[in-house]
């Protein structure tokens, strides 16, 4: 549903260039967890020596931070939300004590969080970091015997992670704790799920095996995952009858999803239910900001759908039925003297949702069907994006991601359709337009029969628990 970044809508891509990254040095994060699950002990050491040295986390990070001192004694400056360190020496290491126990606390959901079972930490809350990181630095957790990570950098080893070079103050989550985490290899990549406390083993293989599915749902596009590797962290909703009450995708360090699952509902219900799969499919595009906020939720609320039908679980007709419909919330939601779309989307105007999801799922309906008419496909548009730049780990405006899709199907008329979306002051296809369109799902040679095929997905890899 969100992509939490707070970033301003008129940041360029700006990968880091390997001469930028000659600039930076390399850190190293040994984070240790006390036996007592209370206290997280860092210690951030760098071997080039630096004439001076910011380190911050977030706004509310100081209210956790018990004590920070450099290793070799010298001075450390409090001021402004930062840590200040001059004359850094070669292997020095700030040596940071963080109250875990408090900052998980802070990030509960609306009720008590077992403790002693598990820390769900915001990174902005604990970890201490110079602002610009070169993409190799490296984290590594020592924690509890039965204990284990669940976070969104890269897996170097069994408990050692790169951090890459998402900007940092990108949300993300990480848990600490009593549970498993769940390889599971796909075409392309890998998901590594995490299911919380408190939830049986029945509960907790059936929330992998679906989610397992859903993962397997994008490699339905061009035949493997858009994202290499995939944290995903379910929190648990003991008694709570909504199948997936919240979920949500952030980047900092690396693609995540994060759900909220209602474990009254039951298996069933959760495969039924859509928010897995939008979330999902916000992982085949790059964070385009509030501005481009009816790009990235009409991309997903678009693929929610037609990945569901054509992994079976919906009928062409029925998930057909679900697009007209949302088109009509949509609809309903812009009413005559609307302003311009993207002015709705990054203000995020009162009353605005509906009509941002399903504006942009239009465009996206229009822009793919224009590809198929040309022999080509919204599928195969965002598999050479991902080829070519699934690997950047910063800032792309909604103009820009345009523009490179634009440069990729260049008949498409990328560029115009979505200068007039952003313009539009009404919703963009009328009734007529989905009327003549529904005739087409009977026949699999036209556009929206081949849009809702059913397709079989690469059967996934199931890998043994850790620890199992």
Not at 6 to 25: N, R
Not at 222 to 231: C, F, H, I, S, Y
Request: hydrophobic share 40%; charged share 20%.
């Amino acid at each position: 549903m969100l992509i939490r970044l707070a970033l301003h809508a008129s940041m360029l891509v700006l990968p880091l260039t390997a001469k930028a990254d000659a600039g930076l040095a390399i850190w190293n994060f040994d984070v240790q967890l006390d036996s007592s699950a209370q206290a997280l002990l860092v210690s951030t050491c760098a071997q080039r020596a630096q004439a001076h040295v910011r380190f911050r986390a977030g706004g509310e990070a100081e209210r956790f931070l018990l004590r920070a001192t450099r290793s070799s004694g010298a001075a450390l400056v409090r001021r402004g939300g930062s840590l200040i360190a001059n004359d850094w020496s070669p292997g020095e290491c700030l040596l940071t004590q963080i109250d875990a126990a408090a900052a998980a606390q802070a990030d509960q959901v609306g009720r008590g969080e077992p403790l002693d079972q598990y820390l769900r930490l915001a990174p902005t809350r604990w970890l201490w970091r110079p602002r610009d990181l070169h993409p190799d630095s490296r984290i590594s957790f020592e924690l509890p015997a039965g204990w284990t990570a669940s976070v969104p950098w890269q897996p170097l080893s069994d408990d050692t992670y790169r951090l890459g070079a998402t900007p940092d103050r990108w949300p993300a989550k990480i848990a600490l704790g009593r549970f498993r985490e769940h390889l599971v290899d796909l075409p392309g990549g890998r998901v590594r799920i995490s299911v919380l406390p408190p939830v049986s083993d029945t509960q907790e293989a059936e929330i992998v095996d679906w989610l397992r599915d859903v993962a397997a749902q994008l490699t339905l596009l061009g035949g493997a995952l858009p994202q290499p590797d995939t944290q995903v962290l379910v929190q648990p909703l003991p008694g709570v009858s909504s199948p997936v009450p919240w979920g949500e995708v952030t980047r900092g360090g690396g693609s995540a999803v994060h759900l909220y699952v209602g474990l009254g509902a039951g298996v069933e219900r959760w495969r039924a239910d859509w928010t897995a799969s939008h979330e999902f499919a916000h992982l085949l595009h790059p964070f385009v900001g509030d501005a481009g906020r009816w790009l990235s939720e009409g991309l997903a609320s678009y693929y929610q759908n037609v990945l569901r039908a054509r992994s079976g679980q919906l009928s062409p007709d029925v998930a057909w039925l679900k697009l007209r419909q949302g088109f009509e919330r949509g609809r309903g939601a812009t009413p005559e003297g609307s302003p311009a779309l993207q002015q709705a989307a990054s203000t995020r105007m009162r009353g605005s949702t509906m009509r941002v999801y399903w504006a942009g799922a239009a465009f996206w309906l229009e822009t793919d069907r224009a590809l198929r008419r040309g022999g080509d496909s919204l599928d195969a548009l965002l598999t050479r994006f991902a080829a070519q730049h699934g690997g950047t780990a910063c800032c792309w405006t909604p103009q820009r991601f345009i523009e490179v899709l634009n440069q990729l199907a260049p008949k498409a008329g990328l560029t115009a359709r979505y200068r007039s979306y952003a313009a539009s002051t009404r919703f963009p296809i009328s009734r007529a337009q989905q009327a003549r369109w529904t005739t087409e799902l009977q026949h699999p040679d036209q556009v929206l029969g081949a849009v809702f095929a059913p397709l079989e997905p690469e059967p996934p890899a199931r890998a043994p628990t850790p620890g199992a």
